[in-house]
């Protein structure tokens, strides 16, 4: 059963900060990595995704994957209130005939004004 | 405009009798799948399809039918549901290994 950890949370930082989400996953075979968004009660979002090693930026997000670790995490700089929501990683393993996403349980982030 | 509807968004219904909630997708996508999420344990893939007439279980298969008999739709269905069915469903859609796009999800109650 291949396993996507999540620092559980719930994480608070003030506006303007760096927000830091962090997943493990467990399948050393995975290719694809995903951070969605979910606003409460509504559908996932998805906000990044990443398939090599590195840093990824796309404005004030930047996700970052290292395969040796098995880690990827997600930073938010300028954090807004807007940004409060659970932030889900999910992990493909491009494996044809199999399943593709795994997602985490979900990191619930609140941005304080 | 791109998207993937799901209906009914809402239903209470009781346990034991069938019910089907739709799901279709104007994309051409190949992949389509079903996720359940509850507190606490995140989204869980239900079933998935790679195709037309081609489907396999997720994690969490028990209880559950689909269908995929045309590339737009992917019908759920509950044939007994029960109460522990109670549940947010999401249908997803993609191209094969590309990110997918979610439903509205729907909110079911089973007394």
């Known amino acids: 059963q291949k396993e996507v950890e999540q620092n559980s949370g719930p994480l608070s930082v003030p506006e303007g900060a760096i927000a830091s989400l962090n997943c493990t996953y467990s399948?050393?075979?995975?290719?694809?990595f995903f951070w969605y968004r979910q606003y409460s009660g509504k559908s996932p979002e998805l906000i990044m995704f990443?398939?090599?090693?590195g840093d990824k930026e796309d404005g004030r997000f930047t996700a970052q994957l290292n395969k040796a670790s098995q880690y990827v995490s997600l930073l938010i700089r300028d954090s807004q209130p807007s940004d409060s929501a659970t932030y889900l990683c999910a992990v493909n393993d491009y494996s044809g005939s199999a399943r593709q996403l795994t997602f985490g349980s979900g990191t619930q982030l609140t941005v304080l004004p | 405009e791109a998207q993937v509807t799901q209906n009914p968004r809402y239903l209470i219904t009781v346990t034991g009798k069938k019910l089907t909630v739709t799901c279709s997708q104007n994309m051409n996508h190949e992949y389509m799948s079903w996720y359940r999420q509850d507190p606490g344990l995140g989204l869980r893939q239900i079933y998935y399809s790679m195709n037309v007439e081609v489907t396999d279980k997720g994690d969490v298969p028990e209880g559950y039918k689909v269908s995929r008999k045309e590339k737009r739709n992917f019908p759920l269905i509950l044939e007994s549901p029960s109460p522990n069915q109670t549940s947010l469903y999401f249908c997803?859609?993609?191209?094969?290994?590309?990110?997918?796009?979610f439903g509205d999800g729907t909110r079911l109650s089973i007394l």
């Open positions: 990443i398939y090599s090693n």
């Open positions: 997803a859609s993609s191209f094969m290994n590309q990110p997918q796009h």
């Open positions: 399948d050393r075979g995975s290719q694809s």
